[in-house]
């Protein structure tokens, strides 16, 4: 099975300062189709969890672009440019490329 | 406006069964392939089972393969998912992600 290892588990930052969250994934995520099937999921704090990001880098629609994905192969990184209050949560990586899929483990982001 | 209404969820004994629903609207739902995954208490997220668009390919984790069963109706824009032979490891809050989208999760309690 495909092993997601999110760095770090848990982050502090300051509103305004940015954060990065990295994702590494014990195989390449590159599907036959030619996609890199690489999913950003954010979960804030008792609320459903909530898609970011598709695909490694294309930003779902309603989400501000202080949010980027990048990467390829086997590692990946989530940044947020600009931390707002409203980004406290646990955002996961998530591939979805070989069976079963899986997730990270989770990172928690919280604000000073 | 995407609207997702979920059902079928609740508390049962060991041995028994449940058939969770989760229907939706606003959005291009067959164009999707989707999940069930779940999460239980201060836990991470955790891949369950997935239908590709059509329906005719699914895909189970190992924990659940022989009980639980997933399939849709794209005529009616609903993702079910039958879940048998059920035991207190399942319990958890079971989320639809209906590929762009997310369910708010349904809870499922599993205790003699």
């Known amino acids: 099975d495909v092993v997601m290892t999110q760095s770090p588990l848990a982050l502090s930052v300051t509103p305004g300062q940015s954060a990065s969250i990295s994702c590494e994934s014990s195989?390449?995520?590159?599907?036959?189709?030619?996609?890199?099937?690489l999913n950003w999921i954010q979960q804030r704090p008792g609320q459903a969890p909530r898609r970011l990001i598709s695909k490694v880098s294309n930003r779902d629609s309603g989400v501000p672009d202080r949010f980027s994905g990048s990467g390829s192969g086997t590692d990946f990184r989530l940044d947020i440019h600009g931390v707002q209050t409203e980004d406290v949560g646990v955002y996961y990586c998530?591939?979805?490329?070989?069976?079963?899929?899986?997730f990270g483990q989770g990172t928690r982001l919280e604000i000073k | 406006e995407v609207q997702i209404f979920e059902s079928g969820g609740g508390s049962v004994q060991p041995g028994g069964s449940l058939r969770l629903s989760c229907a939706a609207s606003g959005f291009n739902f067959n164009s999707y392939s989707m999940s069930w995954v779940r999460q239980t208490a201060g836990k991470g997220l955790d891949w369950v089972a997935s239908?590709?668009?059509?329906?005719?390919?699914?895909y189970y984790g190992r924990s659940v393969r022989g009980r639980f069963f997933v399939s849709r109706d794209n005529s009616k824009d609903i993702l079910y998912f039958e879940m048998n032979h059920l035991g207190v490891e399942d319990t958890a809050i079971y989320f639809c992600?209906?590929?762009?989208?997310w369910g708010q999760g349904i809870p499922v309690s599993v205790s003699a």
């Open positions: 239908i590709d668009t059509s329906g005719d390919i699914k």
């Open positions: 195989a390449g995520l590159v599907h036959t189709d030619g996609d890199t099937y």
């Open positions: 998530m591939q979805g490329v070989h069976w079963p899929y899986s």
């Open positions: 992600d209906l590929g762009r989208y």
